[in-house]
C-alpha cells in the first residue's frame, strides 16, 4: 500500500457514502444500492459480502438480490445519523458504525421494528469510496 492517510475529506466521503446508501435503502432504490456497493476488476475476487446472524450473503450480485427481496416488502432503514462513527482502517479502508432501526415484514404490513449497530467496511476503488461489507448486530 502507498503511503496514503485516510483524511477529514475520506471521512466525510465515506459518510456521504452511507447516507446515500441509507437514501437508497429508504426509497427502495435497487439501482441506487448497486452504486454504493464495491465491484470487482475482472477476474478478481468479490469483495461484497452482507453477514447477518440469520444468513449471509457472498457477492455482489447476491447482496443485490437480498435487498430486492427485502424492498419487496416493508423495509425502513433508519440510522441514528448523529451516532454515526468513521473509523479508518488504512488510507484505502474505514469502519461504519450507525446505530440504527429496521422494519421488516410482508408487503403492505407495519413490519417489525428492531435496532441494530450496522457496521460496515467501505474501500477506496477507483470509481472512489464503496461498501464492501455490511454486518447488521442486534442491538438487543
Not at 42 to 68: S, T
Amino acid at each position: 500500500m502507498a503511503d496514503r492517510f485516510f483524511t477529514d475529506d475520506d471521512e466525510a466521503q465515506v459518510l456521504a457514502l452511507f447516507l446515500r446508501q441509507a437514501e437508497a435503502e429508504r426509497a427502495h432504490d435497487l439501482a441506487a444500492m448497486g452504486e454504493v456497493l464495491a465491484r470487482c476488476e475482472p477476474g478478481a475476487p468479490d469483495p461484497v459480502n452482507f453477514v447477518a446472524r440469520a444468513y449471509r450473503f457472498w457477492g455482489r450480485e447476491a447482496v443485490l438480490e437480498h435487498f430486492r427481496t427485502v424492498f419487496a416488502g416493508t423495509w425502513r432503514f433508519e440510522p441514528e445519523v448523529d451516532q454515526i462513527r468513521i473509523v479508518p482502517i488504512s488510507g484505502d479502508a474505514a469502519h461504519v458504525f450507525a446505530p440504527t432501526r429496521i422494519t421488516v415484514g410482508p408487503a403492505g404490513s407495519e413490519g417489525t421494528s428492531y435496532s441494530f449497530l450496522v457496521n460496515e467496511f467501505a474501500v477506496r476503488t477507483p470509481a472512489g469510496w464503496r461498501i464492501a461489507a455490511i454486518v447488521p448486530v442486534p442491538a438487543q
